[in-house]
T-cell receptor, first 110, second 112 residues
Framework: RKEVEQDPGPFNVPEGATVAFNCTYS??????FFWYRQDCRKEPKLLMS???SGNEDGRFTAQLNRASQYISLLIRDSKLSDSATYLC???????????FGTGTRLKVLA | EPEVTQTPSHQVTQMGQEVILRCVPI?????FYWYRQILGQKVEFLVS????????KSEIFDDQFSVERPDGSNFTLKIRSTKLEDSAMYFC??????????FGPGTRLLVL
């Protein structure tokens, strides 16, 4: 099983739709979780950290399910500008190592 | 807003040559990282650096690679003898508290 796994997509959704991505991780000792956004040929940019209690930032909601070892990202009322690749990142407890998933491509269509 | 900068933005080199990729992390950050991303593939962790020493490195970070913080502001990645498969985008990142990492714009390395 891969350390961090994501559905590569692409997810093609119309403007205004709600879309959700999941990411599974293999190491139960994982400590920190993040969603990053990467535009084509650009650097990853932090979208949000994922906390045990779940967190929301505007149209974006992230949740963590430790029992099932996955994190999710929900985007409501999607905009054309949300089109990007969404990267799941996991840090394993006691390490300085951050593992990236392959990313999920989202295309929001007009 | 402070940001991580990297130079050069593009580097073309011949196989076997040495390259040095440079990064200036955000000034009050203590943790520094290098990642690479081969075209069309995922971002891969190379190395983390804290308190003037390597704190962790991946299997990719073999003896051909080294990192240095020569002057308290720059953070460099050296590849001693480049191979064709080293062609990738190299990202530097820094973090204040080992949580949120801020990435630089990357250096695109092409080995011919």
């Amino acid at each position: 099983r891969k350390e961090v796994e994501q559905d590569p997509g692409p997810f093609n959704v119309p403007e205004g739709a709600t879309v959700a991505f999941n990411c599974t991780y293999s190491n139960s000792a994982s400590q920190s979780f993040f969603w990053y956004r990467q535009d084509c040929r650009k650097e990853p940019k932090l979208l949000m950290s994922v906390y045990s209690s779940g967190n929301e930032d505007g149209r974006f909601t992230a949740q963590l399910n430790r029992a099932s070892q996955y994190i999710s990202l929900l985007i409501r009322d999607s905009k054309l500008s949300d089109s990007a690749t969404y990267l799941c990142v996991v840090n394993f407890s006691g390490t300085y190592k951050y593992i990236f998933g392959t990313g999920t491509r989202l295309k929001v269509l007009a | 807003e402070p940001e991580v900068t990297q130079t050069p933005s593009h580097q073309v080199t011949q196989m076997g040559q040495e390259v040095i990729l440079r990064c200036v992390p955000i000034s009050n950050h203590l943790y520094f990282y290098w990642y690479r991303q081969i075209l069309g593939q995922k971002v891969e962790f190379l190395v983390s650096f804290y308190n003037n020493e390597i704190s962790e490195k991946s299997e990719i970070f073999d003896d051909q690679f080294s990192v240095e913080r020569p002057d308290g502001s720059n953070f460099t990645l050296k590849i001693r003898s480049t191979k064709l498969e080293d062609s990738a985008m190299y990202f530097c990142a820094s973090s204040e508290n080992q949580e949120t990492q801020y990435f630089g714009p990357g250096t695109r390395l092409l080995v011919l």
